[in-house]
Protein backbone atom coordinates (compact mmCIF):
# COMPACT_ATOMS: atom_id res chain seq x y z
CA UNK A 1 0.00 0.00 0.00
CA UNK A 2 1.52 3.68 -0.74
CA UNK A 3 2.12 6.39 1.14
CA UNK A 4 0.57 9.73 -0.21
CA UNK A 5 1.32 12.73 0.99
CA UNK A 6 -1.32 15.67 0.01
CA UNK A 7 0.03 18.95 0.17
CA UNK A 8 -2.29 21.85 -0.84
CA UNK A 9 -2.22 25.42 -0.62
CA UNK A 10 -5.35 27.80 0.17
CA UNK A 11 -6.46 31.00 0.68
CA UNK A 12 -10.85 30.74 1.05
CA UNK A 13 -10.63 27.23 1.86
CA UNK A 14 -11.74 25.53 -0.83
CA UNK A 15 -8.43 23.82 -1.83
CA UNK A 16 -8.42 22.63 2.02
CA UNK A 17 -11.46 20.85 1.57
CA UNK A 18 -10.82 19.32 -1.57
CA UNK A 19 -7.72 18.06 -0.01
CA UNK A 20 -10.15 16.42 2.86
CA UNK A 21 -12.47 15.11 0.55
CA UNK A 22 -9.95 13.18 -1.76
CA UNK A 23 -8.11 11.72 1.73
CA UNK A 24 -11.55 10.54 2.84
CA UNK A 25 -11.99 8.62 -0.34
CA UNK A 26 -8.73 7.13 -1.21
CA UNK A 27 -9.71 3.85 0.47
CA UNK A 28 -6.78 1.91 -0.82
CA UNK A 29 -3.81 3.81 0.18
CA UNK A 30 -2.66 6.14 3.97
CA UNK A 31 -3.17 10.11 3.10
CA UNK A 32 -1.09 12.33 5.30
CA UNK A 33 -2.55 16.15 4.69
CA UNK A 34 -0.42 19.02 5.56
CA UNK A 35 -1.01 22.55 3.93
CA UNK A 36 2.07 23.83 1.84
CA UNK A 37 2.57 26.42 4.70
CA UNK A 38 3.14 24.30 7.46
CA UNK A 39 5.12 21.94 4.76
CA UNK A 40 9.14 21.55 4.47
CA UNK A 41 10.84 19.46 1.36
CA UNK A 42 11.71 16.96 3.78
CA UNK A 43 7.69 16.55 4.23
CA UNK A 44 7.48 15.61 0.64
CA UNK A 45 10.38 12.71 0.64
CA UNK A 46 8.88 10.64 2.71
CA UNK A 47 5.95 9.58 0.49
CA UNK A 48 5.99 6.94 -2.16
CA UNK A 49 3.19 9.24 -4.09
CA UNK A 50 2.74 12.53 -3.76
CA UNK A 51 -0.99 14.99 -4.60
CA UNK A 52 -0.07 18.38 -4.74
CA UNK A 53 -3.28 21.04 -5.02
CA UNK A 54 -3.07 24.47 -5.72
CA UNK A 55 -5.48 27.32 -6.67
CA UNK A 56 -5.21 30.10 -9.39
CA UNK A 57 -4.93 33.14 -8.00
CA UNK A 58 -6.10 36.69 -9.33
CA UNK A 59 -5.11 36.68 -13.05
CA UNK A 60 -3.13 33.52 -13.17
CA UNK A 61 -1.19 33.53 -9.85
CA UNK A 62 -0.11 31.28 -7.64
CA UNK A 63 -1.70 31.16 -4.17
CA UNK A 64 0.21 33.04 -1.60
CA UNK A 65 1.58 29.98 0.56
CA UNK A 66 2.68 28.26 -2.56
CA UNK A 67 4.89 31.10 -4.23
CA UNK A 68 6.36 31.28 -0.35
CA UNK A 69 7.09 27.84 -0.67
CA UNK A 70 7.85 28.04 -4.69
CA UNK A 71 12.15 28.67 -3.55
CA UNK A 72 12.14 25.79 -1.69
CA UNK A 73 10.61 23.82 -4.35
CA UNK A 74 13.04 25.17 -7.14
CA UNK A 75 15.44 23.22 -4.80
CA UNK A 76 13.82 19.98 -4.88
CA UNK A 77 14.51 16.65 -6.73
CA UNK A 78 11.23 15.31 -7.52
CA UNK A 79 13.38 12.47 -9.45
CA UNK A 80 12.11 8.90 -8.81
CA UNK A 81 8.94 10.24 -7.27
CA UNK A 82 5.05 10.12 -8.99
CA UNK A 83 3.39 13.05 -8.49
CA UNK A 84 -0.17 13.74 -8.74
CA UNK A 85 -1.63 17.38 -8.80
CA UNK A 86 -4.90 19.10 -8.54
CA UNK A 87 -5.89 22.84 -8.97
CA UNK A 88 -8.76 24.83 -8.34
CA UNK A 89 -9.91 27.93 -10.56
CA UNK A 90 -13.00 30.11 -11.61
CA UNK A 91 -13.41 29.34 -15.44
CA UNK A 92 -15.91 32.07 -15.82
CA UNK A 93 -14.60 35.22 -14.10
CA UNK A 94 -10.95 33.96 -14.90
CA UNK A 95 -11.34 32.02 -18.01
CA UNK A 96 -7.96 33.35 -19.83
CA UNK A 97 -6.20 32.70 -16.76
CA UNK A 98 -7.85 29.00 -16.02
CA UNK A 99 -6.17 26.42 -13.72
CA UNK A 100 -2.59 28.30 -14.60
CA UNK A 101 -1.19 27.73 -11.35
CA UNK A 102 -1.76 24.17 -11.87
CA UNK A 103 -0.03 24.35 -14.91
CA UNK A 104 2.96 26.24 -13.48
CA UNK A 105 3.08 23.59 -10.50
CA UNK A 106 3.16 20.70 -12.91
CA UNK A 107 6.18 22.14 -15.08
CA UNK A 108 8.15 22.91 -11.33
CA UNK A 109 8.06 19.13 -10.18
CA UNK A 110 8.22 17.79 -13.96
CA UNK A 111 11.38 19.70 -14.24
CA UNK A 112 12.74 18.54 -11.18
CA UNK A 113 12.27 14.71 -12.42
CA UNK A 114 8.78 13.59 -11.25
CA UNK A 115 6.61 11.12 -13.12
CA UNK A 116 3.15 12.75 -13.07
CA UNK A 117 -0.02 10.70 -13.12
CA UNK A 118 -3.16 11.48 -13.29
CA UNK A 119 -4.28 14.23 -16.18
CA UNK A 120 -7.93 15.09 -16.14
CA UNK A 121 -10.14 15.52 -19.38
CA UNK A 122 -11.48 19.32 -20.42
CA UNK A 123 -14.79 18.06 -21.07
CA UNK A 124 -17.52 19.56 -19.74
CA UNK A 125 -15.52 22.76 -18.91
CA UNK A 126 -15.68 26.18 -20.70
CA UNK A 127 -12.55 28.32 -20.70
CA UNK A 128 -10.19 30.34 -22.75
CA UNK A 129 -6.92 29.51 -22.24
CA UNK A 130 -5.12 27.69 -19.77
CA UNK A 131 -1.23 26.95 -19.07
CA UNK A 132 -2.42 23.92 -17.13
CA UNK A 133 -3.32 21.86 -20.71
CA UNK A 134 -1.65 18.52 -22.34
CA UNK A 135 0.26 19.57 -25.58
CA UNK A 136 -2.85 18.16 -27.27
CA UNK A 137 -5.42 20.55 -25.29
CA UNK A 138 -7.45 17.47 -24.37
CA UNK A 139 -6.46 17.22 -21.06
CA UNK A 140 -5.37 19.22 -17.74
CA UNK A 141 -2.20 17.99 -15.96
CA UNK A 142 -4.39 16.95 -13.39
CA UNK A 143 -7.68 17.33 -11.66
CA UNK A 144 -9.02 20.61 -12.68
CA UNK A 145 -12.04 21.65 -10.51
CA UNK A 146 -13.98 24.75 -10.33
CA UNK A 147 -15.67 25.49 -6.84
CA UNK A 148 -16.99 28.83 -8.20
CA UNK A 149 -19.12 27.75 -10.82
CA UNK A 150 -19.55 23.93 -11.20
CA UNK A 151 -19.42 23.06 -7.50
CA UNK A 152 -22.30 20.36 -8.01
CA UNK A 153 -19.75 18.39 -10.00
CA UNK A 154 -16.82 18.37 -7.75
CA UNK A 155 -17.26 15.00 -5.72
CA UNK A 156 -18.29 13.61 -9.11
CA UNK A 157 -14.84 14.30 -10.61
CA UNK A 158 -13.05 13.51 -7.50
CA UNK A 159 -14.54 10.13 -7.41
CA UNK A 160 -13.56 9.53 -11.34
CA UNK A 161 -9.84 11.04 -10.51
CA UNK A 162 -9.05 8.83 -7.33
CA UNK A 163 -9.78 5.62 -9.40
CA UNK A 164 -7.95 7.03 -12.24
CA UNK A 165 -4.88 7.30 -10.00
CA UNK A 166 -5.03 3.82 -8.47
CA UNK A 167 -5.59 2.26 -11.88
CA UNK A 168 -2.78 4.77 -13.20
CA UNK A 169 -0.38 3.00 -10.28
CA UNK A 170 -1.54 -0.67 -10.58
CA UNK A 171 -0.28 -0.45 -14.58
CA UNK A 172 3.47 1.37 -13.06
CA UNK A 173 3.54 -1.65 -10.33
CA UNK A 174 3.06 -4.18 -13.05
CA UNK A 175 5.56 -2.33 -15.82
Keep these: MPRIGLIYGTDTGNTEE ?7 RIEWAA ?12 HMQNYDLLILGIPTWD ?11 WPLLEDMS ?6 AL ?15 ALGMLHDAVRDRGANIIGHYSTVGFDFEASKAL ?3 GQHFVGLGLDEDQQMELTDQRISEWINQLQ ?8 A
Design 134 to 136: TED
Design 18 to 24: VAFKLQE
Design 78 to 83: FAGKTV
Design 86 to 100: FGLGDQFGYGHYFLD
Design 167 to 174: QELQLADC
Design 31 to 42: VDVFDVANCSPE
Design 59 to 69: FGGLQADWEEF
